[in-house]
């Protein structure tokens, strides 16, 4: 049989490894944007791509049986936290052959479970799970049917990687700023928690523990004192007003999430009161929101895109290699300090 | 045996690829928009299927299987009025057994042309585009492929459906507002379009087009004064800079976008003037943090629950029925005076 002529042959990785002078493998690496290659091969592959006009073949990628999906679980689209996430997965995302998909899992066992069976359905090649509630007994299933990268809980799994902040620290930064400026009554708004397992793996559950260990370490373990609501508003309204009728009430409010802090911004204009004059109220997530003049709230940066940009890679790793082993990713948070904190009065 | 009268056969993917001189397999590739497809070719796919009136059938996308997906597209994941607009989506769809996944088209073209070929690739059912910028020949295009439905354009196409909500009348009620305060100088700032198409589709210059309107309306045309930059933070504080200069600088500053707003007020905040007490300002969209006390920004509700749930039922209707006719909804919004406007000093 006749040899087709070169013209009317695609292109191959090889090809492009050829041209490139380097392994296939590494070529592959280079376009999965995985780690381990250095900024020359990534250069040197790119101009063979471009140079022989590479694209992966869509025969290819059906008979590999690859959907070229990546489905991202967020809890909800309102908290401006997870888009900086997106923004990371996104970015990442870009310079591959994969789409995402998102779906919300509505905060919600039932509705994660529903969710993380569509994108089984679906033949998604991988998932990234953010802040899931779901028993860490779904997720070491939805793991073991698919690469799955979860965002947003402390979980230690053999089965799948995991992503956070690292919640315990950043709530001690907050504490050490707040005793810097010389308050010694510094209160806490967590989120009510009872289940084991929620208390051991949940970031709110280590923000509470981290400011009770903070607070300790700078020699203020009398002055604990947590209103225990919920990581809402409301919570927040809630959790300002239980603490401002305490007997000797905080100088300042740390409270566990920005969300919850522009509730106590809300108690406090209520009362009459202002941050920083009367009381210092401080947030955690630097939300879009904390930002802006008129709240300019101090609150904690977890680098929302950075923990996109490194989920998504693990992510891709391990859909090359499913067997790998687990990897438990913790990036330091950074202290933003703005208008609502200063000295006690 | 008898041949089916001309007029009874369904016009076929065959008949279009006569018609046009080419093979099948490209009437496919242009119809599903795919990569490879010269401009040549695909005007004369086009012509074919307009000539011949060809509509994919129902009956074979059916053969083919439903996926259970319907795709939304959005501009990103940071507007929350857009979060209010998968609310009614997901509120609709939960009651039956589609599955929503959700993806950004990053408010361009080339992004958007991507994702959309990406969602028919993998055969969702149908799809909800939200405020796309892409030239209506490409959504005439996609909603030939799949069942369409486009929010926050105002599109006039045969092919697909709109939910909008009425801009035009919401920068009326805007403009009534503030001239009942005894306001006069009501200034406007706009997204800066030239784009012929945008400005007969776009919200933006539908709303500028209000604004104009009613300063008539109202007796105020002498005072139609309108700074054209762009609907962002910095947008609008570039806008505010540019009309407190002005020798005769307006008492009231209606922004087309609340993230414009914002702008303002940070503006403001710099200059040492503060709203309503120097200078009232209104927005548009009533996003989440319009609500919040520090900020209390007077602006327009479009109800994206209910535009997110109208447009879900005319899919669903639409995904059923891909012949029937188009469907232009348009729902009237709603003034939520608060904190940043009031009478003139």
New interface residues.
């Given amino acids: 049989m006749h040899q087709p002529p070169a013209t009317a042959r695609r292109v191959t990785i090889g090809d492009v490894a050829r041209h490139a002078g380097v392994s296939t493998t590494a070529v592959s690496k280079v376009l999965r944007n995985a780690y381990g290659t250095s900024a020359h091969m990534r250069s040197r592959v790119h101009a063979a791509v471009d140079a022989l006009g590479y ?1 992966p073949s869509a025969a290819a990628r059906a008979l590999r049986g690859r ?1 070229w ?1 990546v ?1 991202v679980m967020l809890p ?3 908290n ?1 936290f ?2 900086d996430i ?1 923004d990371g997965v ?1 970015e990442h995302l870009d310079s591959t052959d994969y ?6 899992g ?1 905060d919600d066992v039932a509705s994660e479970a ?2 993380t069976e ?1 994108m089984i359905d ?1 033949s998604m090649d991988g998932l990234i799970l953010i802040a899931p509630v779901s028993p860490p007994r779904h997720l070491e299933r939805v793991a073991q049917t698919v690469p799955t990268v979860v965002i947003g809980r402390h979980s230690r799994s053999a089965r799948f990687d995991t992503v956070n902040d690292d919640d315990f620290i950043g709530a001690g930064l907050i504490v050490a700023h707040l005793a810097a400026l010389g308050h010694r009554r510094i209160a806490h708004i967590e989120h009510h928690e009872t289940d084991r397992i929620r208390l051991a793996e949940m970031p709110n559950a280590l923000r509470a523990d981290g400011y009770r260990h903070a607070m300790r370490e700078h020699g203020l373990g009398e002055h604990i004192d947590v209103a225990s609501t919920s990581y809402t508003r409301a919570g927040g309204q809630h959790g300002a007003k239980i603490l401002l009728d305490r007997e000797d009430p905080p100088t300042a409010i740390f409270a566990g999430a920005d969300v919850v802090a ?1 509730g106590v ?2 108690a406090l ?2 009362a009459g009161l202002s941050a920083p004059g009367d009381i210092s109220v401080a947030g955690y997530d630097n939300i ?2 904390a930002g ?4 300019s709230l101090t609150s904690i940066d977890q680098g929302g895109h950075r923990i996109g940009t490194a989920a998504t890679r693990l992510l891709l790793d391990r859909i090359t290699d499913p067997d790998r082993q687990a990897t438990q990713v913790k990036l330091t948070p950074t202290p933003v300090v703005r208008g609502t904190t200063g000295p006690p009065r």
Avoid at 99 to 104: P, V
Avoid at 292 to 295: T, Y
């Fill in positions: 694209r959907t999906t489905g909800d689209v309102r401006p997870f888009a997106l996104t789409q995402l998909f998102m779906t919300s509505c529903r969710v569509a679906r522009l911004l809300d204009t209520e879009t929101l802006i003049r008129a709240v």
